[in-house]
């Protein structure tokens, strides 16, 4: 998030992992319901029969597995192959009794794709070694990829309740399924669909099985270098022949003890049949496999899911509404709201919403504007809700009736129009308002307290002589200059200065002046304001002063010594300057502040205080003064937006309070110089100048009968229980909401939202953009996860954490995420686990599949992760204030960011895929290749250890064999360096929000290599967290427990 501070070495040099494990006891966000597992279903198989063997003992961790395991391996199963269809006369001997129960107990039948232990000799070792990982620190150059896995999904006959008549049917699926039993039926004689797989004959062990290719091999056994991570790869399982009527799509993920499946078939008993051709169809499985000799288990990690691809918008809601708005601005957690209270206990993860009201649309897709006139913006009586397109029209279009309230509203005579027999309004495709999702309303002057306010910017600027010996204020004002002519609201514009060391100066632009005057206060404990009417003056009007001061401000201060910092009383005197109309308030702080009220000590980052109960005092504010004033500033319609820049401890704590209560924002440079960050520092001061910006804004986000919206999280002052007060908003800004149902059973099939905020556009008009969605309302907890979106779930798990980490430990806000996903994981678990006997597999929803490692990734962010030694405390508030506010895309980058490898492109000229990601880990890495790690905030370049020497000294010139701290990446006159900047400028272009500022690293270069790069490796083991694939089995155990 922030630049670079190597000033104490911060990054972890990857010791051994110290999974760390939630406290059963802990309640994660406060949040209240059953613990997982206290409903159990009624359909539990009864336990098989004991083993006459006993269990081995574990060298690591409890038994992966919940039932005993044979020493008999299954007398008709050969490794590799797929179970066999049986007659129809034992399939249906062997099934499940109609009760539901078994009259005997029996044992599960072992699961296909499965990996059966490799062939051994007589020494009990295998002959051929297993495929392992290489040890740490050594990268191979090549890298076996395994076989991908497709997720399957249930089947239809696993619906848990009556069908949701309100979604609509897809276009495969001509009839609403029946509701089926609960237990499952016996199979029929032949299969019901035609599958691409052909008849397998068993194959000699240990020669390649000649079956068809639509079922994938496991790629031949390599040597093992890795000892303690041993496994194999399984056949992918064919995909399903009945996607079309599927409820939720399900995959797995396989553990195993000794053998493989925890259930090898006992002696003389034939396993039931007909359960095991059910998962062949409806579960993809990765596999967990040990070898003979070891119990350690192993986890193909290639095939673990990934979000490769990036952010993908949620399609199902969209399709099923199309009318909705876009899921730029409205994305909810899941798009199906549970129909009781005690169905959203069940779901343990979180019922909400993300909001970015001014996101930005593609050109073409513009928000309509509209504006009634004398007609009036149309609304409800009751409810107030704005005119859109789920209202209906009755009584031949004389009434309409209310979505939200289901009032009948009369219709305006004015916009009267006839409606056929369908109810549809002859002028309907002249009325945006009710066929867009998303539109704006020119307001009358009754939504006006006041004449609407102009675009004023005011800049609260730090002199003392850090300020001035590091660039930042020649930096600052060359932007500010720069930026004039673009400002929004011309003609209208205000602008202001205050300067600051240990006095304060004001300066009196007024435009019949030549030069401005400076005059100092030097009295801190009463501030007061000379000139009042001239500090503050209209850009246009005096844009030859202003032009004036901004080129003498560096030179102005050049030679100043003052080391002191008067913040706190430089803040008031900007606060009696604004108070008349509000606006924008840009403060660049440098130093902490020492003087006059609001001065805060260098209380550091206390060693001692972590672990303690007084370890979140060191991230929330210790002088009330801060908080005091962000309200003050947010009653009188100012935003703030801190730019810190300092190599010393600056309390963004403190500092940051000011923008979180006013919807601004935190910039934060550590250890700026303008000879390496002052390109980021132009970008993001000009965005934040040059940026459409809504100014005195509300918000408030309604919603239908039964439902409603009981917290908001993000940078903001709630001004009524849901009235959001936001000085300004822009498009770069996002705010989360959790959702809950305040009638025990909802009786609608639909619930509808609509977001509405009233603001006033920098050329001065009062506008209300008002976004409207539709959302089913759904019996059964299937369809809840079916329609999961992951990142709003962790875009709104974020903000929680990022909230507990001011009242709790870390360590507790770590916990907090793990315990919902354990949760979550356990609940969907038990709707399938007993119908197919699922002891040995960790499953999860398609929707959810990238749940796991973003949760792991959140855990590992700036503001999570560690203690003291890991991220300096700065920092860590810092990226804390950052995410609060992120869209859900940009925090989805900033937790797994991107990793690309370009130096094939850059040789070769083939053309550049940006899309072609790889996953975070070092095994990714080639040592004679060139990556790219974005995450939004900064490009990490890495140069392998043996990468060509052109491309270094194309790319870099003659320094590619010096200090790459010291080296600044820039254009030159060749190919390979055109090539890559066009690559950077393209990542850079896909948002536009920061600007990322490149750092260049070379392989084994530490403490370099470990603070940029290895970090951001979220899949690996690193500073005593779990790497990905030790994060998987530790959710599958604790997922096993009470299940």
């Not at 509209?370 to 913006?377: D, S, V, Y």
């Not at 206060?521 to 032009?547: A, Q, T, Y």
């Not at 095994?923 to 392998?944: K, P």
């Not at 020497?949 to 010096?962: Q, V």
Request: net charge neutral; glycine share 6%.
């Amino acid at each position: 998030m922030g630049t670079e501070n190597l000033n104490r070495p911060n990054y972890p040099l990857r010791p051994a992992a110290t999974p760390f494990a939630a406290q059963q006891g802990t309640t994660p966000f406060g949040s209240s319901g059953p613990v997982v597992g206290s409903e159990a279903s009624a359909f539990r198989p009864a336990p098989p029969a004991s083993s006459q063997f006993q269990r081995p003992p574990l060298s690591s961790g409890p038994f992966v597995g919940s039932e005993p395991t044979s020493f008999r391996p299954p007398p008709s199963i050969r490794p590799n192959d797929l179970v066999r269809p049986p007659p129809p006369s034992l399939s249906s001997s062997y099934g499940p009794p109609a009760s539901g129960f078994p009259s005997s107990p029996a044992p599960p039948p072992p699961s296909i794709g499965q990996v059966p232990p490799p062939r051994t000799s007589l020494t009990g070792q295998p002959v051929a070694p297993p495929l392992t990982r290489p040890p740490p620190g050594q990268v191979p150059l090549t890298q076996p990829q395994p076989p991908s896995v497709p997720m399957g999904s249930p089947p239809q006959s696993l619906k848990m309740g009556q069908p949701n008549p309100n979604i609509p049917l897809r276009p495969d699926q001509q009839f609403p399924p029946a509701r089926p039993n609960a237990q499952p039926s016996a199979p029929l004689p032949g299969p019901p669909y035609p599958t691409a797989r052909g008849t397998y004959q068993p194959a000699f062990p240990g020669y390649p099985n000649a079956q068809p290719s639509s079922v994938a091999q496991a790629p031949p056994m390599q040597p093992a270098s890795f000892p303690l991570q041993q496994g194999g790869f399984a056949p992918a399982a064919p995909p399903a022949p009945f996607l079309g009527r599927q409820r939720g799509p399900v995959s797995g993920i396989l553990p195993s003890g000794l053998y493989p499946g925890n259930q090898v078939q006992q002696h003389g008993i034939t396993p039931p049949i007909a359960p095991s051709q059910a998962l062949a169809e409806d579960f993809s499985s990765l596999s967990l496999g040990s070898v003979p000799g070891s119990f350690e288990t192993g986890l193909d990690v290639a095939a673990l899911p990934r979000p490769l691809d990036g952010d993908v918008d949620p399609k199902p809601l969209a399709e099923m509404y199309p009318m909705n708005c876009s899921s730029r601005v409205l994305r909810l957690t899941t798009s199906g709201i549970p129909n009781s209270q005690s169905l959203a206990s069940r779901w343990h993860l979180p019922v909400g919403a993300v909001v970015c009201p001014l996101a930005e649309f593609p050109f073409g897709e513009e928000v309509p504007v509209i504006n009634f006139a004398t007609t009036g913006i149309i609304r409800c009586r009751r409810c107030r809700t704005y005119v859109n397109p789920y209202i209906t029209f009755t009584d031949s279009g004389r009434k309409w009736k209310c979505n939200i309230c289901s009032l009948l509203n009369d219709v305006p005579g004015d916009y009267f129009a006839h409606v056929d027999a369908s109810g549809r309004r002859a002028d309907l495709d002249q009325r945006p308002e009710l066929t867009k999702g998303s539109v704006e309303f020119i307001a009358p002057a009754e939504y006006m307290v006041r004449p609407p306010m102009p675009p004023l910017y005011f800049f609260l600027i730090d002199v003392s002589i850090s300020a001035v010996r590091s660039g930042m204020l020649e930096i600052v004002a060359q932007t500010i200059k720069s930026c004039l002519d673009s400002l929004p609201g011309a003609p209208r514009t205000q602008i202001g200065f205050i300067t600051y060391d240990s006095t304060i100066h004001f300066y009196n632009m007024k435009s019949s002046l030549m030069q401005p005057q400076m005059m100092v206060v030097s009295d801190l404990d009463d501030i007061f304001v000379p000139l009042p009417d001239d500090l503050l003056v209209n850009l246009s009007e005096s844009r030859g002063v202003v032009d004036a001061f901004l080129d003498s401000l560096p030179s102005m201060f050049q030679d100043n010594m003052n080391v002191e910092s008067a913040f706190g009383p430089a803040l008031k005197a900007a606060f009696m300057v604004m108070s008349q109309l509000g606006g924008k308030l840009l403060i660049f702080q440098n130093s902490l502040p020492s003087l006059g009220v609001g001065r805060l000590r260098l209380r550091g980052d206390d060693i001692r205080a972590y672990g303690t109960d007084k370890e979140h005092t060191l991230r929330v504010p210790e002088d009330p003064f801060y908080k005091q004033m962000a309200a003050d500033f947010t009653k009188y319609q100012i935003a703030v937006n801190v730019y810190a820049f300092s190599d010393k401890y600056t309390d963004i704590a403190s500092l940051g309070t000011l923008a979180k209560y006013t919807g601004g924002q935190v910039y934060y440079y550590p250890s700026f110089q303008s000879s390496v960050h002052s390109d980021k520092l132009r970008h993001e001061l000009s965005r934040d100048l040059t940026r459409e910006t809504a100014w005195e804004a509300v918000m408030r986000i309604r919603c239908g009968k039964g439902v409603r919206f009981t917290s908001y999280h993000g940078n903001f002052m709630l001004r009524s229980t849901d009235l959001l007060a936001l000085p300004a908003v822009d498009c770069d800004k996002a705010y989360a909401a959790q959702l809950s149902l305040e009638e025990t059973l909802l009786t609608t099939q639909t619930v509808y939202f609509q977001v509405a905020l009233l603001y006033t556009s920098s050329s001065g008009e009062r506008r209300i953009r008002v976004h409207t969605a539709a959302a089913p309302v759904v019996a059964d907890l299937g369809e809840m996860y079916r329609l999961a979106d992951t990142g709003a779930i962790i875009s709104l798990f974020s903000r929680l954490a990022i909230e507990k980490t001011l009242s709790s430990k870390l360590e507790d806000s770590r916990n907090a995420v793990q315990l919902r996903i354990v949760k979550a994981l356990r609940e969907y678990r038990n709707l399938y686990a007993v119908q197919h006997r699922l002891s040995g597999r960790l499953i999860y929803p398609e929707s959810l599949k990238f749940l796991p490692l973003y949760g792991l990734a959140l855990c590992k962010s700036a503001a999570l992760r560690g203690g003291y030694s890991d991220v300096q405390l700065d920092d860590r508030c810092a990226a804390g204030y950052t995410m609060m506010a992120l869209p859900v895309k940009s925090l989805l980058k900033f937790l797994y960011p991107n990793l690309v490898r370009v130096d094939e492109f850059l040789v070769q000229g083939e053309e550049f895929d940006i899309t072609r990601r790889i996953p975070l880990t070092a095994e990714s890495l080639d040592t004679r290749g060139l990556y790219i790690l974005d995450d939004g905030f900064r490009f990490v370049i890495w140069f392998g250890r043996s990468i060509l020497p052109d491309i270094a000294r194309n790319l870099l010139g003659e320094d590619f064999t010096g200090d790459f701290s010291k080296v600044k990446l820039s254009l030159r006159d060749n190919e390979m360096s055109r090539k890559l900047m066009t690559i950077l400028d393209q990542f850079r272009a896909t948002d536009p929000a920061y600007y990322q500022l490149c750092h260049l690293v070379r392989q084994g270069e530490q403490p370099r290599e470990g603070f940029f790069l290895l970090t951001h490796l979220v899949e690996d083991q690193i500073g005593g967290a779990n790497g990905y694939a030790d994060w998987m089995l530790l959710l599958f155990r604790q997922v096993q427990q009470n299940a």
